[in-house]
T-cell receptor, first 113, second 116 residues
Framework: GESVGLHLPTLSVQEGDNSIINCAYSNSASDYFIWYKQESGKGPQFIIDIRSNMDKRQGQRVTVLLNKTVKHLSLQIAATQPGDSAVYFC????????????FGRGTSLIVHP | GAVVSQHPSWVICKSGTSVKIECRSLDFQATTMFWYRQFPKQSLMLMATSNEGSKATYEQGVEKDKFLINHASLTLSTLTVTSAHPEDSSFYIC????????????FGEGSRLTVL
């Protein structure tokens, strides 16, 4: 069936480096994508979103890239800080579906000082 | 942003007892709330969609008699785990939407249930 998945379960980086977290999706009808950050023992926090009519969107230290051709989504974090250590989930929504986001598997980002 | 509060943040109970978890939207009215379950190192799994004033819609494989959901007001939804067993131990997270099922979701801090 349709699914949203992540390539890497764990990503370790040094403080100050840039981080790239990847996500693949298979539902071609998905038209809205969201990245969430989940710190240990807490609920997900919205980071950034992107609609399917865009291929790039920037926020504060974060950039989301969308490649609809290969159904790939990435989250780039610039100058990664220890406070960025968390699990990152991508989620997709389809306007033709229930609008409830489907979460991917998650990537654990570990930032070493 | 909008704030969603869950209570309790953690609870330990004996097998066979029932546990109620509350989800409140503090500064907005939520016509729709969602309940998720998350096992360690896994993703969020949608359990049910709760609409104010009507019965919840459960995802396939989720026992509605086991996980009772009540959304009696626009700011409160409750999840009751009935006759809890150790396999029900999990992290339960609620989220709420301002604009029904189409709006941005705001998540609670989660409730960790441990059943002994």
């Amino acid at each position: 069936g349709e699914s949203v998945g992540l390539h890497l379960p764990t990503l370790s980086v040094q403080e100050g480096d840039n981080s790239i977290i990847n996500c693949a999706y298979s539902n071609s009808a998905s038209d809205y994508f969201i990245w969430y950050k989940q710190e240990s023992g807490k609920g997900p926090q919205f980071i950034i979103d992107i609609r399917s009519n865009m291929d790039k969107r920037q926020g504060q230290r974060v950039t989301v890239l969308l490649n609809k051709t290969v159904k790939h989504l990435s989250l780039q974090i610039a100058a990664t800080q220890p406070g960025d250590s968390a699990v990152y989930f991508c989620a997709e929504r389809s306007s033709g579906g229930s609008y409830i986001p489907t979460f991917g598997r998650g990537t654990s980002l570990i930032v070493h000082p | 942003g909008a704030v969603v509060s869950q209570h309790p943040s953690w609870v330990i109970c004996k097998s066979g007892t029932s546990v109620k978890i509350e989800c409140r939207s503090l500064d907005f009215q939520a016509t729709t709330m969602f309940w998720y379950r998350q096992f360690p190192k896994q993703s969020l799994m949608l359990m049910a969609t709760s609409n104010e004033g009507s019965k919840a819609t459960y995802e396939q494989g989720v026992e509605k008699d086991k996980f009772l959901i009540n959304h009696a007001s626009l700011t409160l939804s409750t999840l009751t785990v009935t006759s809890a067993h150790p396999e029900d131990s999990s992290f339960y997270i609620c989220s709420a939407s301002i604009s029904g099922s189409t709006g941005e979701l705001f998540f609670g801090e989660g409730s960790r249930l441990t059943v002994l």
